[in-house]
């Protein structure tokens, strides 16, 4: 099922949590809302769910205007971050229990319900659970329970709000591999709130940043993260150096030190306030009496996990830069804690100065 959006706006006071937020989520796409905390991310997926009212504008599921409709005429399964499961039912009736609480003239009989529900179970691949209590779980097995329960009602629109955001790293990467896998075979329209960035580009087909109850940027995992339409995108994407100087011929002008690579296209007049942003593997270290331009930084320290090392520096204004080498770059380079060298950038990415944009 298709899901629009129209100029949805919601006030909590004086706060604005959503913005005049219009989107469209086609039928079949799995969908990352993704951003921090105060967004709207949340908001948003709850006014969809009929659990909130918007202010002002449209909810449409499949063409029609769905903004009046109860939740319980949404055909809407809702997954919580804290798995919200029945403390006093099994895992086999806490799957059940939303079949079972359907009117009679729609509920199945009782032995169309525990087939649908084992079928489930297996599913999620914890058939093996189906008498176990909550309590006997671990978090990872509650999340898929709940999503198991959620999908037991036939919902044409799947929303899960951090999901996995109340879970340790390793199962957090285990849970969200498998989401995309379950989404593969079923195809069900989901949308899902994270505030973590390799979560959404790792799971997502799609994927929206917001950032104060506004859209920043919609797009493909890939495109948002090469191609950052603003500031803000680049900062919250990964990790990331930000530079703030001015235009000065075919660079950017930090302080004393020039970095010597072209503004980008966009008509950055001579002399203009800029914010430049390159990735950590998009700097270079070079030593400080050699040729060219650059940032003069002072090495803090060096940590080397597997095929790449990460070098941690510090500007003359005390601020934080990182790079990521090769180990036999580092190794050629001879560095060393407490060294003078220079950051030499491979890419640049250069916008207009905006006040609290970036990191």
Same mark, same amino acid.
């Given at each position: 099922?298709?899901?629009?959006?129209?100029?949805?706006?919601?006030? &909590?006071? /004086?706060? +604005?949590?959503?913005?005049?937020?219009?989107?469209?989520?086609?039928?079949?796409?799995?969908?990352?809302?993704? !951003?921090?905390?105060?967004? /709207?991310?949340?908001?948003?997926?709850?006014?969809?769910?009929?659990?909130?009212?918007?202010?002002g504008?449209?909810?449409?599921?499949e063409?029609e205007?769905?903004?009046?409709?109860?939740?319980?005429?949404?055909?809407?399964?809702?997954?919580?971050?804290?798995?919200?499961?029945?403390?006093?039912?099994?895992? &086999?009736?806490?799957?059940?229990?939303? +079949?079972?609480?359907?009117?009679?003239?729609? =509920? $199945?009989?009782?032995q169309?319900?525990?087939?649908?529900?084992?079928?489930?179970?297996?599913?999620?691949q914890l058939?093996?659970?189906a008498?176990? &209590?909550?309590?006997?779980l671990?978090?990872?097995?509650?999340?898929r329970?709940?999503?198991?329960? #959620?999908?037991?009602?036939e919902?044409?629109?799947?929303?899960?709000?951090?999901?996995?955001?109340?879970?340790? #790293?390793?199962?957090?990467?285990?849970l969200? =591999?498998w989401?995309?896998?379950?989404?593969?075979?079923?195809?069900?329209t989901? +949308?899902?709130?994270?505030?973590?960035?390799?979560?959404?580009l790792?799971?997502a087909?799609?994927v929206?940043?917001?950032?104060?109850?506004?859209?920043?940027?919609?797009?493909?995992p890939?495109?948002?993260?090469?191609?950052?339409?603003?500031?803000?995108? *680049?900062?919250?994407?990964?990790?990331v150096?930000? &530079?703030h100087?001015?235009?000065?011929?075919e660079?950017?002008?930090?302080?004393?030190?020039?970095? $010597?690579?072209?503004?980008?296209? !966009? /008509?950055?007049s001579?002399g203009?306030?800029?914010?430049?942003?390159?990735?950590? *593997?998009?700097?270079?270290?070079? $030593?400080?009496?050699?040729?060219?331009?650059?940032?003069?930084?002072?090495?803090?320290?060096?940590?080397?996990?597997?095929?790449? #090392?990460? +070098?941690?520096?510090?500007?003359?204004?005390g601020?934080?830069?990182?790079?990521?080498?090769?180990?036999? =770059?580092?190794?050629?380079?001879?560095?060393?804690?407490?060294?003078?060298?220079?950051?030499? $950038?491979?890419?640049?990415?250069?916008?207009?100065?905006?006040e609290? #944009? /970036?990191?």
């Amino acid at each position: 099922m298709s899901i629009q959006v129209r100029n949805i706006a919601k006030r &909590f006071g /004086g706060f +604005i949590a959503l913005d005049d937020v219009t989107l469209d989520f086609p039928s079949g796409e799995l969908v990352a809302l993704l !951003g921090p905390s105060g967004c /709207g991310k949340t908001t948003l997926l709850r006014i969809i769910a009929g659990l909130e009212r918007a202010d002002g504008g449209q909810v449409l599921l499949e063409g029609e205007d769905a903004s009046a409709k109860h939740v319980r005429e949404r055909q809407v399964g809702f997954v919580f971050q804290h798995y919200a499961l029945f403390r006093h039912m099994s895992v &086999f009736d806490n799957v059940a229990f939303g +079949i079972r609480m359907k009117p009679r003239a729609q =509920r $199945p009989p009782e032995q169309a319900i525990r087939a649908k529900v084992r079928r489930l179970l297996e599913l999620v691949q914890l058939a093996w659970l189906a008498d176990r &209590f909550p309590s006997q779980l671990s978090g990872g097995q509650r999340q898929r329970i709940a999503l198991a329960r #959620a999908l037991a009602v036939e919902p044409r629109v799947l929303l899960l709000d951090e999901p996995f955001g109340a879970l340790d #790293a390793k199962v957090r990467k285990e849970l969200r =591999r498998w989401l995309r896998q379950l989404h593969d075979e079923l195809h069900i329209t989901s +949308i899902f709130v994270t505030h973590d960035q390799e979560e959404a580009l790792e799971v997502a087909d799609r994927v929206v940043l917001m950032n104060r109850g506004r859209v920043e940027q919609t797009g493909a995992p890939e495109e948002v993260y090469r191609q950052p339409a603003t500031p803000f995108v *680049y900062g919250f994407l990964g990790a990331v150096n930000l &530079f703030h100087g001015r235009v000065d011929g075919e660079g950017v002008r930090v302080g004393d030190d020039l970095l $010597p690579h072209p503004a980008q296209e !966009g /008509g950055l007049s001579e002399g203009a306030q800029v914010m430049a942003f390159a990735r950590p *593997y998009e700097l270079d270290i070079v $030593p400080d009496d050699g040729p060219g331009g650059g940032i003069t930084a002072k090495v803090s320290r060096m940590l080397s996990f597997g095929v790449t #090392a990460r +070098i941690e520096l510090d500007g003359d204004d005390g601020q934080r830069f990182e790079v990521e080498l090769t180990r036999e =770059r580092v190794a050629a380079l001879g560095l060393a804690a407490g060294q003078t060298v220079r950051l030499a $950038p491979s890419n640049l990415r250069v916008f207009e100065y905006e006040e609290g #944009a /970036g990191i």
